[in-house]
């Protein structure tokens, strides 16, 4: 079993809709961090977060620590949008743990 | 905010050629830098950890004398593949950690590199 699961693995949406993605993690953390990876590969730092919520732009991630459980939530989804989004967890020895990915394609 | 850095996003060379790739901490100074390798459709995995004027720590199974890593200063990681062959192409990630005046620790992302071999 790993670490660290996402789901759903593959997500289609229309434009517009409002998108979750969901990170369990089985390991006692320091940090959370959300991922965005292009299709070209390249890798974009969304959030990092060790409690609550965090907001930015039409992006929102919370985190519940109890339940080790945390959300990416993406309002008014655009194509723009479409990429792998990566939960990874830094145990409390920084040693990080990558989920496999959720792939999100956005129609317009 | 801070930002890692990678050079060159795109590498393609020849099977035998070695490849340096650059890892930059632009506005911060990183205690150790992570490098990872992705494989298509998989997650990141840990290739190795350095800090700053040692000798980097790999993980089981990377090759220390194929992966060359070279933390010579405390904003600057290199990552050379030496002797590279067509299963050395993947996606290369490196990143850095740094300790705020807050004590927390904050580690950033790279935006990648693809290497893709000949």
């Known amino acids: 079993k790993n670490e660290v699961e996402q789901s759903p693995q593959n997500l289609t949406a229309q434009e517009g809709e409002f998108i979750t993605i969901n990170c369990s993690y089985s390991?006692?953390?320091?940090?959370l961090h959300w991922l965005q990876q292009h299709p070209g590969g390249g890798i974009v730092s969304l959030f990092m977060?060790?409690?609550g919520k965090k907001k930015h732009g039409r992006l929102i991630a919370t985190i519940n620590i109890q339940e080790k459980h945390s959300s990416l939530h993406i309002t008014a989804s655009h194509p723009r949008d479409s990429a792998v989004y990566i939960c990874?967890?830094?145990?409390?020895?920084?040693?990080?743990?990558f989920g496999t990915g959720t792939s999100l394609t956005v129609i317009p | 905010g801070a930002v890692v850095s990678q050079h060159p996003s795109w590498v393609i060379c020849k099977s035998g050629t070695s490849v340096k790739i650059e890892c930059r901490s632009l506005?911060?100074?990183?205690?150790?830098m992570f490098w990872y390798r992705q494989f298509p459709k998989q997650s990141l995995m840990l290739m190795a950890t350095?800090?700053?004027?040692?000798?980097?720590?790999?993980e089981q199974g990377v090759e220390k004398d194929k992966f060359l890593i070279n933390h010579a200063s405390l904003t600057l990681s290199t990552l050379t593949v030496t002797s590279a062959h067509p299963e050395d192409s993947s996606f290369y990630i490196c990143?850095?950690?740094?300790?705020?005046?807050?004590?927390?620790?904050?580690?950033?992302f790279g935006p990648g590199t693809r290497l893709l071999v000949l």
């Open positions: 506005d911060f100074q990183a205690t150790t």
């Open positions: 350095s800090n700053e004027g040692s000798k980097a720590t790999y």
């Open positions: 977060l060790s409690s």
């Open positions: 990874a967890v830094a145990n409390t020895g920084n040693q990080f743990y």
């Open positions: 390991v006692g953390i320091s940090a």
């Open positions: 990143s850095a950690k740094t300790f705020r005046a807050s004590g927390l620790v904050t580690q950033y």
